[in-house]
């Protein structure tokens, strides 16, 4: 789940949450502090992490559809203060994240998997991006320069926030004319945070620790090799943030200890590098796997 996308949308807004409203959402500061609430932290330099678990299905017209996949995730974040050139204080998030595809019966990690619609096995590579940075800070603003509005509703004594994210770029596996002939990546996320209303506006609280959903429309995962066959999968997964990292799943912090020890802990403030999604971190083990093969035929 990419926290670069749950960025703040443009207007002004003002809510009415009765006398515990003390911070104001019709104010660029208002929305800075809100948001840093709600991903991460007022306080610079403070961990969070949030985790999710869900399911993975496959539809091809026609069939019936096929969970193929539970899931079980995690991005652990912080956010740092910047300054902008009028010296309004906004911040960065920067942050890493692991998604594991599980078997769907017995929940265990999958290492291999058998491909369905295709007979072949394949080798499974879980979701790892590091890093998942905002690409700019976040200073309360819209790209119109009006203050932001974030999509916060009341639903009774919960607030909840919807955001829908379209995705259509170029895909790092593709060639140089795709334009002509297809294979741009396509996809959809659909997130939803929520929490106690009482909570959003309470100045004192330095971070909350909302719920979220996450949805994803999207074309087959690279290393499934669909070989271009028709169908799509969505993913439907729910979670929150935690209170601390320790409180991720034994499934997860084992994984994490034996394969991946640098998501023990949020990339540094000044993290520049470039953002990686499923399909870079495909492309790196696919090249990785091809120059293994060559050095092994070359030994012969």
Request: net charge negative; proline share 5%.
């Amino acid at each position: 789940m990419n926290s670069v996308k749950i960025m703040v949308w443009v207007g002004a807004a003002v809510m009415a949450f009765g006398a515990q409203a003390e911070i104001d959402l019709a104010t660029p500061e208002g929305v800075v502090s809100v948001n840093r609430r709600i991903q991460c932290s007022t306080e610079d330099g403070v961990e969070k992490t949030y985790l999710w678990q869900g399911r993975a299905y496959a539809r091809r017209q026609g069939e019936p559809d096929k969970q193929l996949f539970k899931l079980l995730g995690m991005n652990v974040r912080q956010c740092v203060t910047v300054t902008n050139d009028k010296g309004e204080a906004g911040y960065r998030l920067v942050s890493r994240e692991i998604m594991l595809y599980l078997d769907p019966k017995s929940g265990e990690v999958l290492r291999d998997w058998d491909n369905p619609y295709t007979g072949d096995t394949v080798q499974v590579i879980h979701v790892a991006n590091d890093p998942v940075n905002s690409r700019a800070p976040s200073f309360g603003y819209g790209r119109d320069g009006k203050v932001a509005k974030m999509p916060i509703e009341e639903v009774g004594d919960y607030w909840q926030m919807n955001l829908e994210i379209p995705l259509f770029y170029h895909n790092v596996l593709a060639g140089n004319y795709q334009k002509y002939v297809g294979g741009t990546y396509h996809a959809t996320e659909l997130f939803n945070f929520y929490g106690p209303r009482e909570e959003l506006l309470d100045e004192s609280l330095n971070s909350i620790n909302p719920g979220v959903s996450w949805v994803r429309i999207a074309q087959w995962l690279p290393w499934m090799e669909m070989n271009g066959r028709d169908g799509i999968m969505y993913f439907n997964a729910q979670g929150s943030k935690l209170e601390s990292w320790d409180d991720l799943p034994v499934i997860l912090k084992d994984e994490i200890a034996k394969n991946y020890p640098d998501y023990r802990h949020a990339p540094p403030g000044d993290d520049t590098r470039p953002n990686e999604t499923s399909w870079t971190v495909f492309k790196k083990a696919l090249d990785a796997r091809a120059d293994t093969n060559e050095q092994h035929e070359g030994g012969h």
